[in-house]
């Protein structure tokens, strides 16, 4: 069984920074798309940015120029580097990735989710 497990969050006033890392587990043959999204109070998740395995990146309009994303393929990990951080990019952030491993082959993961906190 695959896990995806995240870390970092926390609380940081506006305009401080944070790294979230999401590492996955199990009996992983590969990993694809990583990437986080996020669910704010009373909104729906939306996503923040993903990177494929060949280190291709997408952003959201509203995290563009803040946020940058990684991955280390050796340790099956993701990061999210947040930078100038706003008090409304406080959510739970998600962690997602596409793996294929067994006994269910290309799968989509989530994480369990970790809470960002700016405040103002």
């Known amino acids: 069984q695959v896990q995806l497990v995240e870390s970092g969050g926390g609380l940081v006033q506006a305009g401080g920074s944070l790294r979230l890392s999401c590492a996955a587990s199990?009996?992983?043959?590969?990993?694809?798309?990583m990437g986080w999204y996020r669910r704010a109070p009373e909104k729906q998740r939306e996503f923040v940015a993903d990177i494929t395995s060949g280190g291709s990146t997408k952003f959201a309009d509203s995290v563009k120029g803040r946020f940058t994303i990684s991955r280390d393929n050796a340790k099956n990990t993701v990061y999210l580097q947040m930078n100038t951080l706003k008090p409304e990019d406080t959510a739970v952030y998600y962690c997602?990735?596409?793996?294929?491993?067994?006994?269910?082959?290309?799968?989509?993961?989530w994480g369990q989710g970790i809470q960002v906190t700016v405040s103002s």
């Open positions: 997602n990735a596409d793996v294929s491993a067994p006994p269910f082959g290309l799968h989509n993961y």
């Open positions: 199990g009996s992983i043959l590969s990993i694809y798309t």
